[in-house]
């Protein structure tokens, strides 16, 4: 084999990572193949130059391990959330398998042929989805799409470096591309300020943000759901101040200012914002009645 010009198909993939270890000899790393209840066989086919030679190569149905999911689907950048990966196939010691999210380990705890448990690594960067990688050693990787999300959620002390969440009165600054999920009630914290990073509204549960400043600045970006996908709990950002409150230059006191940065915000559809009476509503009466039902 000529090091310098051979490659590897297998059924019209490239195989990757070729490593050629004498004239007689290479290794490379099997491309995926669609997950199949039955052998797939095809061809692998090596090229040196303009030379090619081909034989049968069969993905052997009992011997692909598959991924069917994963649980939960996100957890911190200061890893050690407890992720379970159901499938099948899968090795039945520790020692046959290994589970990577965008390059960070996960340790294995325990592993059967349908389920594996595992431990996640920190990543110390911002969020990022991953595919959850689960190789078999000799055995190649198993099949699936399985996304795992690394966030920072507000709640975890991870985002703070391990400290735990602001506290009423501090000064919070999210900044340096930094992405946060929003997923709890604030005290009333000094000011927020969003600087050339992220704060994203979970939409998993009920969120309050209470706060006497926000502001949001230099490419920062507070969104509360998309256009595409609308915040569908209840998200509550509510300003304090008093007659004395500082006034900042430009913003003013008790305000939610953005200033070259993004305030995204998009909640669940009201299908009807009023009504018509069915009656008349006299003075001190405690109920209304209308023509239509309202949201």
Same mark, same amino acid.
Request: hydrophobic share 35%; proline share 3%.
């Given at each position: ?14 195989? =990757? !990572? /070729? #490593?050629? @270890?004498?004239?007689?000899? %290479? +290794?490379?790393?099997?491309? $995926?193949? &669609? ?17 090619? =030679? !081909? /034989? #049968?190569? @069969?993905?052997?149905?009992? %011997? +692909?391990?598959?991924?069917? $999911?994963? &649980? ?20 039945? #010691? ?202």
């Amino acid at each position: 084999f000529n090091t310098s010009s051979v490659s590897v198909t297998i059924c019209n993939q490239a195989c =990757q !990572s /070729v #490593s050629v @270890i004498s004239n007689t000899q %290479l +290794t490379c790393v099997t491309p $995926s193949a &669609s997950a199949s209840s039955t052998d797939r066989t095809c061809s692998l086919t090596v090229t040196v130059g303009s030379l090619s =030679q !081909s /034989v #049968s190569y @069969i993905y052997q149905a009992n %011997l +692909t391990a598959t991924i069917t $999911s994963i &649980s939960p689907t996100r957890g911190g950048t200061g890893g050690g959330t407890t992720l379970t990966i159901t499938g099948t196939n899968f090795p039945t #010691s520790i020692g046959g398998v290994t589970v990577s999210i965008t390059d960070v380990q996960c340790s294995v705890q325990t592993v059967s042929s349908t389920s594996i448990i595992c431990l996640t690594g920190s990543y110390n960067q911002t969020t990022i989805q991953a595919s959850v990688i689960v190789s078999l050693g000799n055995g190649g990787n198993a099949v699936g799409s399985a996304q795992f999300q690394y966030i920072d959620l507000w709640s975890s002390p991870w985002t703070w470096g391990g400290n735990s969440p602001p506290e009423e009165g501090t000064i919070v600054s999210i900044d340096s591309g930094k992405t946060v999920y929003f997923d709890t009630t604030t005290p009333i914290l000094k000011a927020l300020i969003i600087d050339n990073a992220s704060l994203i509204f979970d939409d998993n549960q009920d969120v309050a943000l209470n706060a006497e400043y926000i502001l949001v600045v230099n490419g920062g970006r507070l969104q509360v759901g998309t256009e595409t996908n609308p915040f569908q709990h209840k998200g509550i950002i509510t300003m304090y101040g008093h007659l004395r409150s500082i006034e900042l230059p430009i913003f003013g006191a008790k305000v939610l200012a953005v200033r070259d940065g993004i305030l995204d915000m998009h909640g669940g559809e009201v299908i009807r914002t009023w009504g018509r009476l069915a009656s008349t509503a006299t003075a001190g009466s405690t109920q209304i009645t209308l023509l239509q039902n309202v949201d």
